[in-house]
């Protein structure tokens, strides 16, 4: 098998400890193998991951052991679910970190997810897995993920997050939630950068952010270090017209601004819509930890590139990987199902020589070993 990317892949998988008994019939490195290369290439679910494997034996026998033939999708389902997510994880991020450059403030944004038919019982949702991902904007890769214990956990999944990723020299984005003094800290001790949406759940803050907008506007700025920049885009009837006002003086804001650690600017971004003659405006606010090194652009940057979390990974593994109708309910099983399809869609992001969607990029790889292994090599 070619690749020197394949099988590097292949040796993070190799590491992984075996959650079997020790004579169990079928290797591990070959079901976590061929678990990877049907998800690639469209399997969506264990029964379909065997009839991958049924239908590539004898491609898979060149490279595999395979001594008891193909596994079944009850054996890809029961290793799967009791395999340890956090070593699967670790392997995960340590190969991950080997492609990506945080260098040179490269946004990361963390947004959460739940797989909507996780649930063991159809009659209760509360086992729903709920994931956390770190995602960076520049090249669309998953860069970390993990589990917590439902939606209205997220915060400590935010925080178990960042304690385990490599982030120096980057720019971290959180939605409102995140707005917390511990997760501004815990991404300083990562040698990160913050920036933070501000809403009622910080009600102090956000009503004293609300004031000092409204009385530098009101005095055009004078005295005060500032800087702005706008962007407007639109089509189909759609204007959309973004500005941002940056404050680079944290003091406005008064004694509260020693309460977060770091904080070295102020932001305000005026969101204004034109669809079809009707015009909308809203205004958001977030506190940050960049200096005046930074210009407005490039938080205006940052704070439109969060969403491309929603963009380019919620809704490609739900377009393309069909997330929200797995139903994958045992054990480790969805989490670890949900990994492989974060490793599938960071390679697929990443070969860039068909100018293809990913749905399509799967099917090829089906039909195409050699464009498969190219993918993985990507």
Same mark, same amino acid.
């Given at each position: 098998m070619d690749g020197q990317a394949t099988a590097e892949i292949l040796r993070v998988l190799e590491k992984l400890p075996d959650p079997r008994r020790a004579n169990a019939c079928h290797k591990l490195?070959?079901?976590?193998? +061929?678990?990877?290369?049907?998800?690639?290439?469209?399997?969506?679910? $264990?029964?379909?991951?065997? @009839?991958?494997?049924?239908?590539?034996?004898?491609?898979? /026998?060149?490279?595999? &052991?395979?001594?008891?033939? !193909?596994?079944?999708?009850?054996? %890809?389902?029961?290793?799967?679910? /009791?395999?340890?997510?956090?070593? %699967?994880?670790?392997? %995960?991020?340590? $190969?991950?970190?080997?492609?990506?450059?945080?260098?040179?403030?490269?946004?990361?944004?963390?947004?959460?997810?739940?797989?909507?038919?996780? %649930? &063991?019982?159809? $009659?209760?949702? !509360?086992?729903?897995a709920h994931m956390v991902s770190a995602f960076v904007e520049a090249n669309h890769l998953v860069f970390g993920q993990v589990k917590t214990d439902g939606?209205?956990? &997220?915060?400590?999944?935010?925080?178990?997050?960042? /304690?385990?990723?490599?982030?120096?020299?980057?720019?971290?984005?959180?939605?409102?939630?995140?707005?917390?003094?511990? +997760?501004?800290?815990?991404?300083?001790?990562?040698?990160?950068?913050?920036?933070?949406?501000? /809403?009622?759940?910080?009600?102090?803050?956000l009503a004293k952010l609300q004031t000092v907008w409204a009385e530098a506007q009101l005095e055009h700025f004078a005295g005060m270090i500032s800087d702005t920049a706008q962007s407007v885009d639109g089509g189909h009837g759609r204007i959309e017209t973004r500005k941002v006002w940056v404050l680079w003086h944290p003091a406005h804001l008064g004694p509260i601004a020693k309460d977060w650690p770091g904080l070295r600017s102020l932001v305000m971004v005026e969101r204004t819509r034109e669809v079809n003659g009707k015009v909308t405006t809203e205004r958001h606010y977030y506190i940050s930890s960049l200096d005046a090194r930074r210009s407005a652009a490039q938080f205006l940057h940052y704070t439109r590139g969060h969403w491309s979390v929603e963009n380019n990974l919620h $809704?490609?593994?739900?377009?393309?990987?069909?997330?929200?109708?797995?139903?994958?309910?045992?054990?480790?099983?969805?989490?670890?199902?949900?990994?492989?399809?974060? +490793? @599938?869609?960071?390679?697929?992001?990443?070969? @860039?020589t068909r100018p293809v969607g990913i749905a399509t990029k799967r099917t090829i790889?089906?039909?195409?070993?050699?464009?498969?292994?190219k993918v993985l090599a990507a």
């Open positions: 490195i070959d079901i976590l193998t +061929i678990a990877l290369f049907a998800v690639v290439c469209g399997a969506d679910g $264990w029964k379909q991951v065997e @009839a991958y494997g049924k239908a590539k034996v004898a491609w898979l /026998k060149t490279f595999l &052991e395979l001594p008891h033939g !193909i596994p079944s999708h009850d054996t %890809f389902g029961h290793v799967f679910a /009791k395999l340890d997510p956090d070593a %699967f994880e670790d392997a %995960f991020r340590r $190969w991950i970190a080997t492609l990506v450059d945080l260098s040179g403030g490269k946004l990361v944004a963390l947004d959460g997810k739940s797989l909507r038919r996780s %649930f &063991e019982r159809g $009659w209760d949702k !509360i086992g729903m939606k209205g956990h &997220e915060l400590s999944g935010i925080e178990q997050l960042l /304690k385990s990723l490599f982030l120096k020299g980057a720019v971290v984005t959180i939605d409102a939630l995140g707005c917390q003094k511990s +997760i501004a800290q815990a991404i300083l001790d990562a040698e990160a950068d913050y920036c933070l949406q501000v /809403k009622d759940n910080q009600p102090t803050l $809704w490609q593994l739900d377009v393309s990987f069909h997330e929200d109708q797995r139903r994958i309910r045992t054990g480790h099983g969805a989490e670890n199902f949900s990994r492989l399809c974060r +490793i @599938a869609l960071n390679q697929l992001k990443r070969e @860039a790889c089906g039909w195409d070993n050699e464009y498969l292994l």
